[in-house]
């Protein structure tokens, strides 16, 4: 069962940007931490963003973000549509990665380890 499916990642220039979606199943979403991370080719899986969630309360809890992308990448959370976003803003080619959405159990969730759903991924290129 697919629980988590993201969408949106293409080629943009740098200084463009971009809006990444993650569609997931009710469940899932409502989980206390949703995240997005990113893989470039032969690097190490990195954390980008997280957004916390009360689910009790419905309310969106603290964002994190990781220092490379801070100031220019929002993540954000529709818990209407069931559905995260990242949006980016100017892109550098350095974002040129695999982006993935996870879900976790962990309220202030950063590393990998603390997700245990995660999405196909979707390709991000920048050119320069």
């Known amino acids: 069962q697919v629980q988590l499916a993201e969408s949106g990642g293409g080629l943009v220039q740098a200084g463009g940007s971009l809006r990444l979606s993650c569609a997931a199943s009710e469940r899932t979403f409502s989980r206390p931490a949703m995240g997005w991370f990113r893989q470039a080719p032969g690097r190490e899986r990195e954390f980008v963003a997280r957004?916390?969630?009360?689910?009790?309360?419905?309310?969106?809890?603290?964002?994190y973000y990781a220092d490379s992308v801070k100031g220019r990448f929002t993540i954000s959370r529709d818990n209407a549509k069931n559905t995260v976003y990242l949006q980016m803003n100017s892109l550098k080619p350095e974002d040129t990665a695999v982006y993935y959405c996870?879900?976790?159990?962990?309220?202030?969730?950063?590393?990998?380890?603390?997700?245990?759903?995660w999405g196909q991924g979707t390709r991000v290129t920048v050119s320069s």
């Open positions: 957004i916390s969630y009360t689910a009790i309360s419905r309310t969106s809890g603290t964002t």
């Open positions: 996870a879900a976790s159990d962990i309220y202030y969730a950063t590393t990998s380890h603390d997700f245990s759903s």
